[in-house]
């Protein structure tokens, strides 16, 4: 069985196609600068690669460019379209109603649209890559949904919930939803499978996915019991240009001071603030990192407060949990910073922790980076959210239980 993999964002449609044979990716891409001036990229895992400028007015006209890819030309890696199975998207608002993946039907992409208000850049996007694939393969080809935020809806209330009135949650479902939810679902399946208990029961797990956006999440027996980002992916510890969580009244105290409206501080907050604010340097960590090797003290502090957010964060979840088994690093950040990674472990030695540094010299490859006399065993665990999307896909089309 071949799936193709969507990812499709608001001028951009990522893809893989893999073969579940063997869970191989036999071609992915991207699809960027949709309505702009279009940049197409095809790589096979063969190693050939297309890149090219080609007008794509829309992700309709995107899956148009995908499609001839995938069955000719230099990138060809299929015979026919028919040979796609099934499609599987990412969609990353599901809000309370998505707690696992489901087929896409007519009422399905209107639950999509109708949350779009609570990630009003991707969902809309979603929407649009899902009818487009649908007028690109046609209604035979059956489509799934994967939600970034149904591994987090194992939350309790008392996680979830937010200090303002109740009726807020009731009229608009104001509550804390959590991201990267495919990350950590496939992250802490691995894990799990490294301490040889892959049901998860009483284990406690705290998985870190560092990238430019980045949440911290808390795993008992196999469920989410808690996560940092909330409402929206903004929450939580700074990042490469989110503030994160700050005190409500900074917020209104620099809309009055500059006359800034809704749509502005949003702004601000989003793409302006983090590391990329704090250090005036850049949201990329690599350009943090020789900026401080240059001296740059505003970049050192900008590294230092993510330092101590995210460690506040994770021994916050130590308590929530009653202790900890593991702790995961993955994603861009997580799998290619061994210092960071060092900093938050050195910082939990008092916990009994013991770093390897040799072993956490480790770039990009699934590794135990902590002694074996370490109370609490690190790893570094490469992400594969569309392996994850991909295999839920198949389970369904196939009419199993997830």
Not at 3 to 17: D, E, M, R
Not at 153 to 171: C, D, I, K, L
Request: with cysteine.
């Amino acid at each position: 069985m071949k799936i193709l993999v969507i990812n499709a964002g608001s001028s951009s449609l990522k893809y893989q196609l893999i073969d579940m044979d063997g869970e191989i990716v036999l071609a992915k891409g991207n699809c960027e600068r949709i309505g702009i001036d279009g940049k197409f990229t095809h790589k096979t895992n063969d190693g050939r690669v297309i890149t090219k400028q080609v007008d794509m007015p829309d992700h309709t006209a995107a899956f148009a460019q995908v499609k001839e890819a995938l069955i000719s030309g230099e990138g060809k890696v299929i015979d026919d379209l028919s040979e796609v199975s099934a499609i599987g998207h990412r969609i990353v608002q599901g809000g309370s109603k998505f707690d696992h993946s489901v087929l896409v039907t007519e009422q399905v992409i209107q639950d999509i649209a109708d949350y779009a208000s609570l990630a009003p850049l991707h969902n809309k996007a979603h929407v649009q890559g899902i009818n487009a694939a649908i007028a690109a393969f046609g209604k035979d080809v059956p489509e799934v949904v994967v939600f970034d935020t149904a591994f987090h809806q194992t939350m309790p209330p008392t996680a979830y919930m937010f200090g303002v009135p109740y009726r807020y949650y009731e009229q608009y479902g104001i509550r804390r939803y959590g991201f990267h939810g495919t990350s950590h679902r496939y992250v802490s399946q691995r894990c799990l499978e490294l301490l040889g208990k892959p049901d998860g029961k009483g284990t406690k797990i705290i998985s870190c996915h560092f990238g430019n956006g980045s949440s911290v999440t808390a795993i008992k027996d196999g469920k989410v019991i808690d996560t940092t980002m909330g409402l929206t992916p903004l929450d939580g510890f700074m990042m490469g240009t989110r503030s994160g969580a700050v005190d409500p009244s900074v917020v209104t105290y620099i809309m009055e001071k500059e006359h800034l409206t809704p749509h502005e501080m949003d702004e601000l907050l989003n793409k302006q603030s983090g590391m990329l604010g704090i250090s005036g340097v850049s949201s990329d960590d690599r350009d943090i990192a020789a900026a401080i090797e240059a001296g740059n003290e505003r970049a050192k502090l900008a590294w230092d407060m993510r330092t101590y957010e995210i460690i506040k964060y994770i021994g916050g979840y130590i308590v929530a949990l009653g202790g900890v088994d593991a702790l995961i690093f993955t994603a861009g950040i997580g799998e290619n910073q061994p210092t960071l990674r060092a900093e938050i472990l050195n910082a939990l030695s008092f916990y009994g922790v013991k770093l390897d540094a040799e072993k956490n010299k480790v770039h990009g490859e699934e590794t135990e980076i902590t002694a074996p006399d370490s109370t609490v065993r690190a790893f570094v665990i490469p992400t594969n959210e569309e392996l994850v999307i991909a295999r839920d896909t198949k389970a369904i089309v196939e009419g199993k239980a997830l």
